[in-house]
C-alpha cells in the first residue's frame, strides 16, 4: 500500500504541467504593467534633476522633451531638436544639436524605464538569471537597430528585472563616447507617482577595468564597484491624458 500512494504521487508530479520559461519580451511586457510606465503613452511628466527642470509631453507616436535651466530652454520632437534663449530661436552647428538632442533623450530615457524598451530599435536577448543582495533576477541585455536607435546605437545595456514583482531594480550600461566605460546603476529610493514607478540611483563603475559588461553583477555582489554620483529626480508631477 506504501508503495501504491508513493508509485501515485510520483504519477502526480510527472504530470503536473512544467513551468512556462518567460521570454525577455514577456517580462517586459510584466515590467510595463507593474511599474504603471504604459501610462505613459499618453501623459505629460515634470521633474527637477541637478538643478534643471525636465519636461516631457507624449501622445502615442508624438513625443516632446525638453529641459529649462535660467534663460535656456532645448526641445527634442518628432521635428528634430530646437533651442530658445529668452524665448527666441537660436541656430546652432549641427554637432551642438546632436549633443543636446542626445543628452535630452539620455536624461528622459532613464527616468522612466522600462519604458522605452518596447520601441521599435530594440533588441533584447534573455541571460541567464542571477541572484543580486539576495533575490533572484531576470537578465536582460539589450541592443540597438542602427536604423532607429539614434547616434549611440552601439551602446549596450543590461537591465535586472525582479522575478518577484518584475520592478526594475539594477541596470548597467557600456558607452564608447569620452574615451568609453561602463556604468551600474542600483535602485536607491523608489516613488509612485500617479500610479507609475520612478526609480532613484546609486551609479557606479568598476573597480577593476577589466570588469565586463555581463559580469558586472559579480562585480556589485563582490562590493568590487566604486560609487561616483546619485541619480534622484525631485518634484516629479505625472498628469495622465
Same mark, same amino acid.
Given at each position: 500500500m506504501r508503495f @501504491?500512494?508513493? =508509485? =501515485?504521487?510520483?504519477?502526480?508530479? #510527472?504530470?503536473?504541467p512544467a513551468t512556462k520559461k518567460l521570454t525577455a519580451q514577456q517580462?517586459?511586457?510584466? #515590467? @510595463?504593467?507593474?511599474? &504603471?510606465v504604459g501610462k505613459l503613452e499618453k501623459a505629460e511628466i515634470q521633474?527637477?534633476?541637478?538643478?534643471?527642470?525636465? @519636461?516631457?509631453?507624449?501622445? &502615442? &507616436?508624438? @513625443?516632446?522633451? &525638453?529641459?529649462?535651466?535660467d534663460s535656456i530652454v532645448d526641445v527634442l520632437s518628432n521635428d528634430g531638436f530646437k533651442r530658445l534663449i529668452n524665448e527666441e530661436g537660436v541656430i546652432l552647428p549641427e554637432i551642438l544639436s546632436n549633443k543636446y538632442a542626445n543628452a535630452i533623450n539620455s536624461v528622459h530615457y532613464f527616468s522612466v524605464l522600462p519604458y522605452g524598451l518596447n520601441d521599435k530599435a530594440v533588441q533584447k536577448q534573455l541571460m541567464p538569471s542571477v541572484d543580486i543582495k539576495g533575490e533572484e533576477y531576470y537578465k536582460i541585455k539589450v541592443t540597438f537597430k542602427k536604423e532607429g536607435g539614434g547616434e549611440d546605437y552601439q551602446d549596450v545595456f543590461i537591465y535586472w528585472i525582479s522575478k518577484k514583482d518584475f520592478n526594475l531594480d539594477y541596470l548597467a550600461y557600456s558607452y564608447n563616447t569620452n574615451g568609453g566605460g561602463i556604468r551600474f546603476r542600483a535602485i536607491k529610493k523608489e516613488q509612485i507617482i500617479n500610479g507609475v514607478r520612478f526609480v532613484d540611483y546609486d551609479n557606479y563603475k568598476p573597480k577593476i577595468v577589466s570588469t565586463s559588461l555581463e559580469s558586472i553583477d559579480e562585480a556589485f555582489n563582490k562590493k568590487e564597484l566604486i560609487k561616483v554620483s546619485e541619480i534622484v529626480l525631485k518634484n516629479i508631477e505625472v498628469t495622465l491624458n
Open positions: @501504491f500512494y508513493l =508509485l =501515485l504521487l510520483v504519477l502526480i508530479v #510527472s504530470c503536473k517580462i517586459i511586457d510584466k #515590467s @510595463f504593467e507593474n511599474t &504603471g521633474f527637477m534633476f541637478r538643478n534643471t527642470l525636465y @519636461f516631457a509631453k507624449r501622445n &502615442g &507616436g508624438d @513625443f516632446f522633451l &525638453g529641459k529649462k535651466k
